[in-house]
């Protein structure tokens, strides 16, 4: 996941569009925006695909399953965007489910070996 820009947080709003429950690595589908100010270029309505770990890493944190977010649902959704400008894919760190409040988060052993 090295092509998501970790020191950058954002947070997309928008509505559920899919689940994919799949290994090794879980996505989600999201038609909403991020405010201009927090990624320039990104403030236009789109459908981004967010990626988090797999469904046995994602079960173990609590709160997740094949079901748990559904098409409709209206979610705000902390990210890493990509490295590269433009791009609507991002590492999803935390769902919010606005109607219910239910949050579900990923965390990641991110291995920097670069750093003494």
Do not use: C
């Not at 459908?47 to 979610?75: F, I, Y």
């Amino acid at each position: 996941m090295v092509m998501y820009d970790r020191s950058t947080v954002v947070t997309l709003v928008g509505t559920v569009v899919e689940l994919q429950w799949t290994n090794p690595h879980v996505f989600l589908l999201v038609d909403g925006k991020v405010d201009e100010g927090d990624l320039p270029g990104a403030s236009q309505p789109a459908v981004w695909r967010l990626e988090t770990s797999g469904p046995a890493n994602l079960t173990r944190q609590g709160g997740w399953s094949a079901t748990a977010l559904k098409p409709g649902d209206r979610v705000s959704v902390t990210i890493n965007p990509m490295k590269e400008p433009g791009q609507k894919n991002a590492r999803l760190n935390k769902v919010t489910v606005v109607d219910t409040g239910q949050v579900l988060g990923a965390t990641y052993l991110d291995l920097d070996l670069r750093r003494p």
